[in-house]
């Protein structure tokens, strides 16, 4: 069997020789794998990075069997952010999560478009605050959405600040206040108040983080997550302007 389909590298591992495995999340045919010959030939290396945008052509026998990729380039984003660490560390936390998180084979088109759109918005001054409510959406696409419209005991809409950890619902202030130690804070950027910064991104990735662990992953996050949330915890302890 054959199809062609657009898709967003998302990681690769060495296979023989000169070959590679590249996994790719296809617009149409979701989260799959192929082998690709001469993938570490200086030609095709540079293409091959996370989040590069590729025109596949897949072959194989059956659908299970692993098969072939034949990739050409469209567009390489992590180029566009070598020179900003904290961006490409974004992409790459984003490419791992997609990676870890999905079955093989289930079409999630939504989540292909809104991929691509969070590439776009690395590139603006809210880049931060795009990534995290990216990682709301992915939980919301994946069926661990979170409740953050209005507070889960009162039924209000104002004043939101905290999130249950159990439930993922929000509450207000004075519902939450005497509970806030067993709580997460609700950024609030996130709650429909203000334009973020870095105490809010931060407050923003430990709770995306929690609620990837405890139900999209039931583990750990990915190492590039990891590594992201700590940069950006470090960063934010120095000081540092993170662009």
Same mark, same amino acid.
């Not at 696409?141 to 953050?148: I, K, P, V």
């Not at 209000?156 to 509450?171: E, F, K, Q």
């Given at each position: 069997m054959e199809w062609d389909d657009q898709g967003i590298l998302l990681a690769t591992r060495p296979h023989g020789e000169g070959a590679v495995v590249a996994t790719l999340l296809t617009r149409n045919h979701g989260r799959h794998s192929g082998l690709v010959a001469g993938g570490r030939s200086p030609r095709l290396r540079g293409a091959l990075e996370p989040g590069s945008l590729l025109a596949a052509r897949w072959r194989g026998r059956l659908a299970e069997h692993l098969g072939h990729f034949t990739l050409e380039p469209v567009k390489g984003y992590a180029a566009l952010f070598f020179d900003a660490a904290a961006r490409l560390a974004a992409l790459s936390s984003a490419c791992a999560l997609v990676d870890s998180a999905l079955a093989d084979h289930e079409p999630h088109p939504a989540l292909f478009d809104g991929l691509l759109a969070l590439f776009d918005l690395l590139d603006g001054p809210a880049w931060a605050e795009a990534y995290v409510r990216w990682e709301?959406? #992915?939980?919301?696409?994946?069926?661990?959405?979170?409740?953050?419209?209005?507070?889960?005991?009162?039924?209000? +809409?104002?004043?939101?600040?905290?999130?249950?950890?159990?439930?993922?619902?929000?509450?207000?202030?004075?519902?939450?206040?005497?509970?806030?130690?067993? #709580?997460?804070?609700?950024?609030?950027?996130?709650?429909?108040?203000?334009?973020?910064?870095?105490?809010?991104?931060?407050?923003?990735?430990? #709770?995306?983080?929690?609620?990837?662990?405890?139900?999209?992953? +039931?583990?750990?996050?990915p190492p590039a997550r990891v590594r992201l949330q700590e940069r950006y915890a470090n960063a934010v302890a120095r000081g540092d302007q993170i662009g």
């Open positions: 709301v959406g #992915l939980l919301a696409e994946l069926g661990f959405g979170l409740d953050l419209d209005r507070c889960a005991v009162s039924g209000a +809409n104002d004043y939101l600040a905290y999130v249950s950890p159990r439930t993922g619902r929000a509450v207000t202030a004075s519902v939450g206040e005497p509970y806030r130690d067993r #709580l997460l804070p609700l950024p609030d950027f996130l709650a429909g108040r203000g334009g973020g910064g870095p105490a809010e991104v931060m407050s923003g990735l430990k #709770l995306t983080g929690h609620f990837l662990q405890r139900g999209l992953l +039931n583990g750990s996050l």
